[in-house]
């Protein structure tokens, strides 16, 4: 690897976008410990409120698309300090908001913000370290992990000492000011050749039913995460395994599960192909599942199976990208195309969770999850096989 030293232009600017990444991590993983506050303070049900999630992911999809455009054609760090301006001017609103429909507004816009802040990352740090990029990438989803582990900590302080959980967004608000600026202070980094020779709709038609597959991969896997970590929180609460305090420390726990994971990624993708990754990551995950869904009634697989969950699914993301970097150039509207397909999970499955939360219990967290997991593996499986046949790793890069 070339020019990354710890004092290099590269792994500076890598820095940045590390951060950028782990405040969405901080974003996305606060909205479950948040949502019954902000249930009691609109009057409405779980299952009503949990339209938030779909509001943040439809948000989320649009910010997608918008951003494959975006940074194709505009300096990305610009793009990227935008995007974090945008998200902290939403998370100063939240706290002051009563009404749902104001509440689906904000969160929809979160979410826009939010999808620029994931295409940009995961595009620019391909186009920094290139064919070096796996354990940056894998950092990367790291720091985004990091993240996740720390909010609903944060907001549980928040919640004790001001009674209102939604105030840590101000907080949140204030520490990625600093960070936009540092972005419009470093050159933007330059698309690789092999992206810039190749038109991003000619690249869509040539891999088209490949990236197809990997879209509904990215969309089985990120549903199935952020259901997870986002109705967690609920479930404990549901089943009675403590107090509120215990409900956010197990989801915490979830989200610490895949900082270990992403830990373990880094070395590991220096040693493993990302094919070897992922069939590691998708056993593990419905190993932990299942290990919660037979024995429901055991605390401890309950909080064994959550940091299993976590560790397992913690490098497919970032594993999913460099097995599609192996295999194509990495476009920003590929990269986009992948991540409206993550976002659509997000939108669909959480929604989802809580519909059958409210009207057959929280048992339904953990059965719903794990037909998705089981879903992953097998369109994992055809990709495979497509890929093989068609030779796609003889030419991607």
């Known amino acids: ?17 590390y951060t950028a990444i782990f405040f969405e991590g901080i974003m996305l993983s606060s909205v479950g410990p948040v949502l019954p506050e902000l249930r009691d303070r609109t009057g409405s049900t779980l299952g009503a ?71 940009g990352t995961n595009t620019l740090i391909v186009w920094v370290f290139r064919s070096d990029v796996p354990p940056y990438m894998n950092a990367l989803h790291l720091s985004f992990a990091v993240g996740a582990f720390l909010s609903p900590l944060i907001v549980d302080r928040f919640a004790v000492v001001n009674d209102d959980a939604t105030t840590a967004y101000w907080l ?3 520490l990625m000011l600093p960070l936009a600026f540092a972005l419009t202070r470093h050159q933007s980094p330059p698309p690789p050749d092999a992206v810039s020779d190749a038109p991003s709709g000619q690249v869509l038609r040539r891999y088209a039913l490949f990236l197809g597959l990997m879209a509904l991969f990215f969309f089985m896997h990120v549903g199935a995460e952020l259901s997870y970590g986002g109705w967690i929180f609920s479930y404990a609460d549901e089943i009675g395994i403590g107090n509120d305090t215990t409900g956010r420390v197990l989801n915490s726990v979830f989200w610490g599960g895949l900082v270990i994971g992403r830990l373990l990624a880094i070395p590991l993708s220096m040693r493993l192909s990302s094919r070897s990754m992922l069939l590691l990551d998708l056993v593990g995950a419905a190993a932990s599942i299942g290990l ?15 940091i299993g969950f976590g560790v397992s699914i913690a490098s497919i993301f970032a594993s999913g990208m460099n097995y599609t970097e192996e295999r194509m150039p990495i476009t920003s509207g ?28 929280p048992e339904m967290l953990i059965s719903l999850v794990g037909i998705t997991v089981a879903g992953a593996i097998v369109v994992f499986g055809i990709i495979d096989v497509l890929s093989n046949r068609r030779g796609y790793g003889s030419t991607g890069r």
């Open 49 to 119: 409120i949990g339209i938030l999630f779909t509001a943040n992911s439809l948000g989320y999809i649009l910010g997608s698309l918008a951003a494959g455009r975006s940074f194709g054609r505009l300096p990305g760090n610009y793009v990227l300090a935008v995007a974090l301006v945008w998200t902290a001017v939403v998370a100063v609103l939240i706290p002051f908001i009563g009404e749902t429909w104001l509440l689906i507004v904000a969160f929809a816009a979160f979410g826009f913000a939010l999808g620029f802040i994931d295409v």
């Open 334 to 361: 590929v990269t986009s195309l992948l991540i409206v397909g993550a976002g659509l999970g997000s939108m669909t499955l959480p929604w989802v969770v809580g519909r059958a939360f409210d009207a057959r219990g």
């Open 292 to 306: 919660i869904a037979l024995l429901p009634d055991w605390s401890p697989a309950l909080w064994i199976g959550t």
């Open 172 to 174: 949140f608000a204030v």
């Open 1 to 17: 690897m070339n020019d990354c030293g710890l004092a290099s232009p590269k792994l500076r600017l890598a820095l940045l976008f």
